[in-house]
């Protein structure tokens, strides 16, 4: 009886499928890129033009942004009091009660405070306007406003895209002052530093306007990646109510992806 014959795997097989799945990924990374670039064309002609609804802005901003404060008055608060947590042992081990202030708000201002409430507003805001677009893009109501000379991107990308930025910045200057008004009562009760001693340590001259900036400057860019990434996969759904899904977790991975990135590079730069 005639053996089986032996089937072998070539030995650059395992490489070639590595090299085919890292250029299959760098494939769609560029192409979501290209995609958010043309759209933040499109988005920023409208907003020169002033061609964008006026109520739509107002609805949107009242719903990503005043209702998103419950969880970022949360989230500062206890950001706050954690850092103090942290730094309790070091700063008991070396004396340096008065640097608490300047320590907390080293970190919150460029750091924590616009990290976080990105991370925050990307899962709330984010994560619902892509499902809001894929879901309208699902029921062809974005088709039906084309059929009536209705523009999508004038009457709903654009108001969305300012809301989230304009949440996003905003939500870091409220993140900024509750995570050191935490941070200051958690010192208080923790490590007896007085709240005037807190915020002498902040006010000591050891902080600048760059690092103020730093955070804000940031929150801008967050606010415009999210905004951008949201509104792109929202209107690039396909494949029914499954791919709304995708669209969303899409977003989500991708927004906190990139979050972390412009961090990086901003920190180098301001």
């Keep these: 009886m005639a053996a089986a014959p032996v089937t072998t795997t070539p030995p650059d097989e395992p490489a070639r499928g590595l090299v085919q799945g890292a250029g299959s990924a760098a494939l769609a990374v560029s192409q979501a890129i290209g995609a958010m670039g043309l759209l933040a064309s499109r988005i920023f002609s409208r907003i020169a033009k002033l061609e964008l609804d006026r109520d739509e802005l107002v609805?949107?901003?009242?719903?990503?942004?005043?209702?998103?404060?419950?969880?970022?008055?949360?989230?500062?608060?206890?950001?706050?009091?954690?850092?103090?947590?942290?730094?309790?042992?070091?700063?008991?081990?070396?004396?340096?009660?008065?640097?608490?202030?300047?320590?907390a708000g080293f970190g919150t201002l460029r750091e924590i405070a616009p990290l976080l409430t990105a991370l925050m507003i990307n899962g709330r805001v984010g994560a619902n306007n892509t499902a809001e677009l894929g879901t309208m893009v699902v029921t062809e109501q974005i088709d039906a406003m084309r059929v009536l000379a209705i523009d999508p991107v004038s009457f709903l990308v654009a108001p969305r895209f300012i809301a989230i930025t304009a949440t996003l910045f905003i939500s870091t200057v409220f993140a900024d002052v509750l995570a050191l008004l935490g941070a200051s009562m958690m010192g208080d009760a923790l490590l007896g530093v007085a709240p005037v001693t807190f915020y002498n340590g902040l006010?000591?001259?050891?902080?600048?306007?760059?690092?103020?900036?730093?955070?804000?400057?940031?929150?801008?860019?967050?606010?415009?990646?999210?905004?951008?990434?949201?509104?792109?996969?929202?209107?690039?759904?396909?494949?029914?109510?499954?791919?709304?899904?995708?669209?969303?977790?899409?977003?989500?991975?991708?927004?906190?992806?990139?979050?972390?990135?412009i961090d990086y590079f901003v920190s180098f730069t301001l």
């Design 59 to 103: 609805r949107n901003l009242y719903r990503m942004g005043f209702q998103s404060m419950p969880i970022v008055i949360v989230t500062a608060l206890f950001t706050g009091g954690i850092m103090v947590v942290q730094a309790a042992p070091l700063v008991n081990r070396i004396g340096a009660h008065g640097l608490l202030g300047w320590a």
């Design 203 to 261: 006010t000591s001259g050891l902080l600048g306007v760059g690092d103020i900036a730093s955070g804000l400057v940031k929150s801008v860019l967050f606010g415009v990646l999210i905004g951008l990434s949201s509104c792109q996969f929202g209107l690039g759904v396909t494949g029914g109510a499954p791919g709304v899904g995708r669209a969303v977790n899409a977003t989500v991975v991708a927004s906190a992806a990139g979050v972390f990135v």
